[in-house]
């Protein structure tokens, strides 16, 4: 199977938590990293988490660490029209330290 | 503090030639990685560099080469261009020495190649 895995389509209310999840295959993951595309634009790093941490707070974003079962979760709190995007969940292996390796991504559609 | 850019925004290539891509990484930033992003998929590591050597590489032939500068800028060459070879292909800069490297990536440059 692939190294990070994604479900690949999310719709929501305008108003309502998001939540996108990724789960990887590889244990020794140390930092895991929440990018964000726009159409036609680069990558935006959104939050990381160190693989010491089960939890990550930042304004609305929450991420939620499950070293047991490798996932990752991505809480988006009072979804925005603005928000929708393509997100990817990113993983750095402890034995290729400074290559990241992508999921497909989640395109978020947010329903006004 | 400028981010990472990266030129040109769009080229049209055709199959057999050769390109070059630029990157300029963000201030106080050692090290540059290059990812293909093909449509619809995740980013593909292509390769790292730091100290002006390649370090790290992904599952790319060897017409993917790539050089970095004193200043930490960045080109990637591809030679032979194949029509496979379409797709956006971004950079990233980030600082090694620290307790983590977080990668920050330019708006990167879309490949056609007809």
């Known amino acids: 199977g692939e190294d990070v895995e994604q479900s690949l389509f999310l719709s929501v209310r305008e108003g309502d938590s998001s939540v996108i999840n990724c789960t990887y295959t590889d244990s020794s993951s140390t930092y895991l990293y929440w990018y964000k595309q726009e159409p036609g634009a680069g990558l935006q790093l959104l939050t990381y988490i160190f693989s010491n941490m089960d939890m990550k707070q930042d304004q609305r974003l929450t991420v939620l660490l499950n070293k047991k079962d490798k996932h990752l979760s991505l809480r988006i709190a009072d979804t925005q029209t603005g928000d929708s995007a393509i997100y990817f969940c990113a993983v750095v292996r402890g034995s290729t330290l400074g290559r990241l390796y992508f999921g497909r991504g989640t395109q978020l559609t947010v329903w006004p | 503090e400028t981010g990472v850019t990266q030129s040109p925004t769009h080229l049209i290539k055709t199959r057999g030639q050769q390109v070059t891509l630029r990157c300029s990484s963000q201030?106080?930033?050692?090290?540059v990685s290059w990812y293909q992003q093909a449509l619809g998929q995740g980013p593909q590591f292509i390769f790292q560099y730091y100290r002006e050597e390649e370090n790290g590489r992904g599952n790319f032939p060897p017409r993917f080469s790539g050089l970095q500068f004193p200043n930490y800028s960045s080109e990637l060459n591809v030679n032979a261009l194949e029509l496979d070879d379409s797709a956006l292909y971004l950079c990233?800069?980030?600082?090694?020495?620290?307790?983590?490297?977080?990668?920050?990536f330019g708006p990167g440059t879309r490949l056609l190649v007809l």
């Open positions: 990233a800069s980030s600082f090694a020495g620290g307790q983590q490297e977080t990668q920050y």
């Open positions: 201030s106080g930033h050692n090290t």
